[in-house]
């Protein structure tokens, strides 16, 4: 009866041990079907943990990379827009300059400037539209982050901005934020008046037909040491001094007002021209900030006004012409970084798509199939199968089993 016992349990094992062995490699055979129909080698986890953290963490820089695409491709096209919309109010200025230039003629008639102050207020409507524009989702260019605020609006003589001060931020690269844009306010409303370092007034007293121009800098140094605003004092037509704001005269000499000439004090120059009179002042002041709606708007009020001297017309013209120069140069240096902005972004996407060739390739190399060694491991393993099967089942007839069983 042992003997029987024993006998049955080693049978038992024997068929148990030799069904597990055929259900393995049946198991491994679909496995390897598997991965030649699907191209897929890594399954999960348990194929190759160490493998599949690293598929994970390739997918994971594989997928931030396609965002920073994405997000490259849509700051590409807003500062394209700003591109296009700031070389047309570049246009606009331009054009604004020429008609003060056409205005700075003191042959003109009344009637002729306001003509020209008629045209420089379609140019600032036009400004106010360009400032006002948008991109394909009527989201405003130059708003800020505050984009679906319409950032400036003209109300009487004055144009409001009402957008935000900053721009919004977009990732473009693991480490690389680019702006998606400029604000309004610096683009349009923070324009240095005068010729951007000083400014230049003939007082509303004056009764000659002198006038100054919006002069230059010769010593940056020099001015800075000593800058301050500076009264121009004509104490005959021919006769001038130069005082500070405590009343320190700085330099005097002599004017000929047939030929005109140049003040110079402290690292500056002015222009002067035309007759003062004994009493006329000039002031020369640093630089403050406008905007450039405020630069055409002050442009067509001087030449729509009646009261004001040749003079005084033509200082005021001349201050306006300089602070469109400015507003110009303004937008060329936004159009400049807007341009360094634009090779940034394609420089980063061209960047970002070699990375996710690589990430790609990686990611194949770990969990994709090869087709030759997968080919030849189901082979191998059918053989396997195949033998297994014909093992047990000769094993099966042997006359012991039969005993057994009998």
Request: glycine share 8%; hydrophobic share 35%; proline share 2%.
């Amino acid at each position: 009866m042992n003997t029987v016992s024993l006998t049955s349990i080693s049978t038992q094992t024997f068929q148990t041990n030799a069904v597990d062995s055929i259900e393995a490699l049946e198991s491994a055979i679909s496995k390897t079907q598997n991965q030649l129909s699907t191209g897929v080698t890594l399954q999960n986890a348990a194929d190759n943990p160490a493998a599949m953290i690293e598929v994970n963490q390739l997918n994971t820089q594989l997928s931030a990379s396609q965002q920073y695409v994405s997000n490259g491709n849509l700051v590409g096209t807003n500062l394209k827009l700003e591109e296009q919309a700031l070389t047309n109010a570049t246009n606009v200025l331009q054009s604004a300059q020429s008609l003060a230039d056409e205005a700075n003629n003191s042959a003109l008639s009344g009637t002729q400037l306001q003509d020209i102050g008629t045209q420089l207020s379609q140019q600032l409507q036009q400004l106010v539209s360009i400032a006002n524009s948008t991109d394909g989702n009527g989201n405003y260019l130059f708003s800020g982050y505050a984009n679906t605020t319409q950032p400036f609006a003209q109300n009487g003589a004055g144009v409001t901005y009402s957008g935000a001060d900053q721009a919004s931020q977009v990732q473009i690269g693991e480490n690389q934020f680019v702006s998606t844009g400029d604000t309004g306010s610096s683009v349009f409303m923070n324009v240095p008046t005068g010729n951007g370092t000083f400014t230049t007034a003939a007082a509303a007293a004056n009764t000659g037909s002198g006038s100054v121009g919006p002069g230059t800098v010769t010593n940056a140094a020099q001015w800075q040491a000593a800058s301050g605003t500076y009264t121009i004092s004509f104490t005959g037509p021919t006769a001038y001094q130069v005082t500070n704001s405590s009343g320190t005269v700085v330099t005097q000499g002599t004017y000929d007002s047939t030929a005109g000439g140049t003040i110079a004090f402290n690292g500056i120059q002015v222009p002067v021209s035309g007759a003062p009179a004994a009493g006329d002042t000039f002031t020369v002041a640093p630089a403050g900030t406008s905007s450039a709606f405020a630069t055409i708007q002050s442009l067509i009020t001087t030449l729509n006004s009646t009261g004001l001297t040749a003079g005084q017309r033509a200082t005021q013209i001349s201050q306006a012409i300089a602070q469109l120069s400015t507003a110009v140069n303004g937008l060329n240096d936004t159009q400049a970084s807007v341009g360094a902005r634009i090779n940034s972004v394609t420089a980063s996407q061209s960047s970002e798509q070699s990375n996710q060739t690589a990430y790609q390739t990686q990611i194949s190399s770990l969990s994709q199939t090869d087709y030759a060694a997968a080919t030849s491991q189901l082979s191998s393993e059918e053989v396997a199968l195949q033998a297994a099967e014909d093992s047990y089942a000769s094993l099966a007839k042997l006359s012991l089993f039969n005993y057994i069983s009998g």
